[in-house]
């Protein structure tokens, strides 16, 4: 079981230019959940998508939007980067049984992005 | 809104001692979750332990046990035997059941084990 996945492992834009993050979750899981982590702080959540489509969105404006995919992979799209967009963006996934949650979120590595 | 506050910014203990985390949070809910993550320099988070909030027996993990009590909303993590391994970043995590599984974390405390 190859766990949470997620490409590139770094990435390095400059202002107002657009990234998109990837992500596989574990094998089984079908719902997945992005996170911000900014340096020295804990994981914001961004938002989460089960049967690809968004299921429930943090305070993050709409420069933030995403994708899941029938294989259940997500993407992580930000437009228009900003300097305060530089953080580790966390992928964690987990399953979702007939609108029972399941409690355990495991989490990818992060891609690491820096905003010059 | 949920709120989970991590008071201890850095801690630090000896191989083979004890050491306690802080936790509290803030909710209105009475049906949740509450986690502690481990994120070491890797930066992956692992999840060290979990207590369901209508449980009041506290939950143990071999050397990792929590105090939860209710009523003071307050969730602390004991690490017994501490080893070098155990050098992370530690997140208290917050969960509403009826909400999924969209968790809200402190602000972390940074764990040195000295040898």
């Known amino acids: 079981d190859a766990g949470v996945t997620q490409s590139p492992t770094h990435l390095i834009k400059t202002r107002g230019q657009q990234v998109t993050l990837r992500c596989s979750p574990k094998s089984g899981h079908d719902t997945v959940s992005w996170y911000q982590q900014a340096l020295g702080q804990g994981p914001q959540f961004i938002f989460q998508y089960y049967e690809e489509e968004e299921r429930q969105r943090g305070n993050f404006p709409d420069r933030f939007s995403g994708h899941q995919f029938p294989n259940y992979s997500s993407e992580l799209n930000v437009n228009a980067l900003l300097l305060g967009d530089s953080a580790l963006y966390l992928c964690?996934?987990?399953?979702?049984?007939?609108?029972?949650?399941?409690?355990?979120?495991?989490f990818g590595p992060g891609t690491r992005l820096t905003v010059l | 809104a949920q709120t989970v506050t991590q008071s201890q910014p850095e801690m630090s203990v000896q191989e083979a001692e004890t050491v306690t985390l802080s936790c509290t949070y803030d909710t209105s809910e009475s049906n949740y979750y509450l986690f502690w993550y481990k994120q070491p320099p890797s930066r992956q988070m692992i999840l060290v332990i979990r207590?369901?909030?209508?449980?009041?027996q506290n939950a143990t993990e071999n050397r990792f046990s929590v105090n939860f009590q209710k009523a003071a909303k307050s969730f602390s993590l004991k690490i017994s035997d501490s080893q070098l391994g155990d050098t992370a970043m530690y997140f208290c995590?917050?969960?509403?059941?009826?909400?999924?599984?969209?968790?809200?974390f402190g602000t972390g405390t940074r764990l040195a084990v000295r040898p």
């Open positions: 207590q369901e909030a209508y449980k009041q």
């Open positions: 964690a996934s987990s399953f979702t049984l007939s609108g029972w949650y399941d409690d355990e979120q495991f």
């Open positions: 995590a917050f969960m509403i059941k009826s909400s999924g599984d969209k968790l809200t």
